[in-house]
């Protein structure tokens, strides 16, 4: 497998741990988006974190993370389930800004000021739950530790990383997410953090060829764990002309006729994947006929 992802259990203490490599990943959706450095960056973080947190939901749940700053980025909207497939996009792909303190500047490009909203779809019959969070430092994976930690209650450390070389080439991306679950082990969650603190950059360790289970092998160093899965990852939008049909539909009958009389056909282009949908006048007008036949 080219991207995957490894979930543990502490064997004694109540510690999971995740991480994955994502670099293919994250480097297909950039092409796709057409992404400047800094804005692949977020996206890839991003990317990666939503694959992390939907790795924890059940069989057949889903959950969409939605970074809305003040910064040139605009937003970034992840999806993803719990079978390994993401997609994702930015507000605005041509983003790039000078380093900050030789770091990519993915915090100037967000925004200092706004939010992260978490929407989980469990599959039940009740509304999906919705979390809302400031942006903490606005770096994806300090935001999502944040949320983590204010609207779950369960203590986390996520790092996220992605490395872009000279020319704007993604050469390496992935991430952790490790959780201390009740009742938690003080002993086992000092060892982790230091082990963390210690740790190399992330996007480094990845480049250099370190693997999901050598992720793992440095944050529990010293601590008995079990493997409980290991699962392949991808970018795969869920888009169809169906789905699309659906969203025209939502515009509602005044905004269809008026596409149909002042254009005679419309494009809609997908925007997680680029996928252009086109409609010409009796392909809408066959919408509008099927909107009346359910009034």
Same mark, same amino acid.
């Given at each position: 497998? !080219? ?10 203490? !109540? ?17 796709? #988006? ?8 977020? $996206?890839? =973080? ?25 910064? %040139? $980025? ?6 993803? !389930? ?16 000078? %380093?900050?303190?030789?770091? /990519?500047?993915? +915090?100037?490009? $967000?925004? &200092? ?5 978490? /929407?989980? !779809? *469990? ?29 779950? &209650?369960?203590?986390? +450390? ?22 201390? *679950? %009740? ?57 169809? =002309? ?9 515009? @509602? ?10 254009? @005679? ?10 996928? &252009? ?8 007008? #066959?919408? $509008? ?7």
């Amino acid at each position: 497998m !080219d991207n995957y992802l490894v979930r543990v259990v502490g064997s004694e203490a !109540d510690v999971i741990g995740l991480a994955c490599v994502t670099t293919t990943l994250v480097a297909e959706a950039c092409r796709l #988006h057409g992404t400047y450095p800094t804005a692949s960056a977020a $996206l890839g =973080r991003a990317l990666t974190g939503g694959t992390l947190m939907g790795a924890l939901l059940k069989r057949n749940q889903r959950l969409a993370l939605k970074f809305e700053g003040n910064g %040139p $980025l605009k937003k970034i909207i992840v999806e993803a !389930d719990n079978n390994g497939v993401v997609r994702g996009f930015v507000g605005d792909p041509k983003v790039d800004l000078p %380093p900050k303190n030789n770091k /990519i500047d993915v +915090a100037g490009a $967000l925004g &200092q000021a706004g939010f992260l909203t978490v /929407i989980k !779809d *469990l599959g039940l019959r009740e509304e999906p739950y919705k979390g809302i969070v400031q942006l903490r430092t606005s770096e994806i994976a300090e935001d999502l530790a944040y949320y983590f930690a204010e609207s779950e &209650q369960v203590p986390s +450390a996520v790092g996220l990383g992605v490395f872009i070389e000279a020319q704007g080439d993604i050469s390496a991306a992935g991430g952790f997410l490790i959780q201390s *679950l %009740p009742p938690s082990d003080e002993a086992v969650v000092e060892q982790v953090i230091g082990h963390i603190e210690r740790m190399p950059p992330l996007s480094e360790l990845i480049r250099g060829g370190t693997t999901p289970e050598g992720l793992i092998d440095i944050l529990f160093n010293g601590i008995s764990y079990r493997v409980l899965e290991t699962r392949e990852i991808t970018y795969r939008c869920t888009c169809s =002309r169906e789905k699309i049909e659906s969203v025209l539909i939502t515009l @509602g009958r005044e905004e269809i006729e008026a596409l149909t009389r002042e254009l @005679g056909e419309t494009d809609v282009v997908c925007e997680f994947c680029r996928q &252009q949908y086109h409609f010409d006048g009796s392909q809408l007008l #066959h919408l $509008l006929k099927s909107m009346e036949a359910v009034r």
